[in-house]
């Protein structure tokens, strides 16, 4: 079982809408969660990360844990065409990163 | 990206010859890190290192291996280059271990193995 999961998308939403990101992870034991977000042809940098449960908010994005399903999201409020991108999410398991596949998100104009 | 570099951006090869990627770094940063990213398994870790001359595998190092001899420069090599090794390599480093860290991502060098 991988250790982090996502779905792939792609995901088209018009300019304006709530978008959400999700992954479900494997370990019970993973205590911090991170969103990292990649335009084309260039490396991912960091979003946001959050610790154990609950939410956390930054501008127009949340992210929030539920440790009992183990599942993570990330919220993006009033979208726009530059959020266009990848979105990843990661774990850290103790030694480093393992991070999703990404989820493609388009948002149209 | 400020402060990472990674050479060459572009590289076709061919079956069977050696390739050399480098990561160059002027942030000071004790930990780097190589991931390949390919469609559909996102980025898988390589090799890191934690240290001069101090590395370890990661999740698929079969057919990469890595020298750091310089805090400045890490250095991943594909022995004798397989198609399968066609990927996107990012190159990433961190100040220490943990999200208060976190990464910096190069932009990556796009290598085709034909």
């Known amino acids: 079982q991988k250790e982090v999961e996502q779905d792939p998308g792609p995901l088209s939403v018009p300019e304006g809408a709530i978008v959400s990101l999700n992954c479900t992870y494997s370990n019970s034991a993973f205590q911090y969660f991170m969103w990292y977000r990649q335009y084309s042809r260039k490396g991912p940098e960091l979003l946001m990360y959050?610790?154990?449960?609950g939410n956390k908010e930054d501008g127009r994005f949340t992210a929030q844990v539920d440790k009992s399903s183990k599942y993570i999201s990330l919220f993006i409020r009033d979208s726009q065409p530059s959020d266009s991108a990848t979105y990843l999410c990661?774990?850290?398991?103790?030694?480093?990163?393992?991070f999703g596949p990404g989820t493609r998100l388009s948002v149209l104009p | 990206d400020a402060g990472i570099t990674q050479s060459p951006r572009h590289k076709v090869t061919e079956t069977g010859t050696p390739v050399t990627l480098r990561c160059h770094q002027t942030e000071n940063h004790r930990y780097m890190y190589w991931y390949r990213q390919d469609p559909g398994h996102g980025l898988r870790l390589i090799h890191y290192s934690y240290g001069v001359k101090d590395t370890d595998k990661g999740e698929v190092s079969d057919g990469y291996s890595v020298s750091r001899s310089k805090t400045e420069d890490f250095l991943l090599t594909l022995e004798s280059a397989t198609s399968s090794q066609t990927s996107v390599y990012f190159c990433?480093?961190?100040?220490?271990?943990?999200?208060?860290?976190?990464?910096?991502f190069g932009s990556g060098t796009r290598l085709t193995v034909v």
């Open positions: 990661a774990i850290d398991n103790g030694q480093n990163f393992v």
């Open positions: 990433a480093i961190s100040e220490s271990t943990g999200v208060l860290y976190g990464y910096t």
């Open positions: 959050t610790y154990s449960s």
